[in-house]
């Protein structure tokens, strides 16, 4: 048995098929993941993402910990309720983990971290705090509900009324406390949309009231294939402790500036961006009958790759992927399947942002 969240009762009585996903039971559909894929391309669905993990760092040298800890600039946390996407490296540059942190005030900073690395990070998060001083305090207290897609907004303002007023006017990476909730204007989509922490006390009706008022319940299979949609990596497919930012499609994250920010990390990276990452992420669109899965072997003019995610794309109706080639590859691959060598070609992701078909 896994481990649960608190809305598993109610999975179970939806009828949710549930999968294990990062040691979690989590439902992968509630009868039709193209259904609730759809949903949220098209109005809006409702994700429990409460197996990823809230970490609050707190304290005066609480900044200085997560400097010390991202590979991006903490420096752009420069207000309460931004956000910052960053990876957090070894001292080899590898990617122990890629999250979102918020700085709630002056003194106290939020990190929602990876359901399959939760009890890494705490050890990596905690040993680095216990050098400084910084209490690190696991906030199991807390549910999370993603409600993504066009018309995610519009469902909260009559849900939540008047409060919701200050979230909804939110840029994206930014967040807000409206009452006991901490709504951020984020998601894993490629749709607009909202991440809200809420007490796990009150997510069960903060659900119910969300999907009275017509948001789809969602699964992570549907998840998947709305983040492959809008290329976005997934922890322990795309990348992992093995590769860096810079041939994972994430040297954006990276922040070298000021100079005399010494996070960990720092030092490799500055190599491999002096040198040039042997290898790359790249999306790829399958040109034949077939569908890209994760660990297909590929070669390409430059040598050979490997597919790290792929999916049926339900928006394209076509096969996509993501994939690790040589620093050089471009133009057509050939991809193994089932002992058949198929045309794909390499192109640049997303493959679909805010409904948009971006890529054909």
Request: hydrophobic share 45%.
């Amino acid at each position: 048995m896994g481990r649960r969240t608190p809305l598993y009762g109610l999975h179970q009585a939806l009828g949710a098929r549930l999968v294990d996903f990062g040691g979690w039971d989590m439902p992968l559909h509630y009868g039709s993941q193209l259904e609730e894929h759809h949903a949220v391309r098209r109005k809006a669905g409702v994700f429990d993402v409460s197996h990823m993990c809230c970490i609050d760092l707190e304290g005066r040298e609480a900044r200085a910990l997560l400097e010390r800890l991202l590979a991006n600039d903490v420096g752009k946390l420069e207000a309460p309720g931004r956000a910052l996407y960053s990876c957090m490296c070894n001292e080899s540059g590898g990617i122990l983990d890629d999250l979102i942190a918020y700085r709630l005030d002056a003194t106290r900073l939020r990190l929602v971290v990876n359901a399959g690395t939760r009890d890494s990070d705490l050890a990596w998060i905690g040993r680095h705090a216990a050098a400084t001083g910084v209490p690190v305090r696991e906030r199991t207290d807390l549910a999370l509900l993603a409600v993504q897609g066009p018309e995610a907004a519009s469902h909260l303002g009559r849900v939540l009324g008047r409060e919701a007023r200050a979230a909804l006017a939110l840029a994206p990476f930014n967040a807000v406390e409206v009452g006991p909730l901490y709504l951020a204007r984020t998601g894993y989509t490629g749709e607009d949309g909202f991440e809200i922490m809420v007490p796990a006390t009150e997510v069960l009706e903060l659900w119910r009231q969300l999907t009275v008022d017509g948001v789809v319940p969602c699964g992570l299979g549907a998840r998947d294939t709305l983040r492959l949609e809008a290329g976005m990596n997934l922890y322990g497919s795309d990348m992992d402790a093995s590769t860096n930012p810079f041939e994972s499609g994430l040297a954006w994250t990276v922040a070298f500036a000021p100079a005399g920010r010494e996070f960990i990390g720092r030092a490799a990276l500055e190599a491999v961006c002096a040198q040039g990452a042997a290898r790359k992420l790249v999306g790829l669109l399958l040109e034949e009958r077939g569908v890209l899965r994760a660990h297909q072997r590929l070669s390409t003019a430059a040598g050979a790759g490997e597919v790290t995610s792929g999916t049926f794309s339900p928006t394209l109706e076509r096969s996509i992927g993501l994939a690790r080639v040589p620093a050089g590859a471009g133009g057509e691959v050939k991809v193994e399947i089932r002992g058949r060598e198929l045309l794909a070609r390499i192109v640049r992701p997303p493959f679909v942002r805010h409904g948009r078909v971006l890529i054909h």
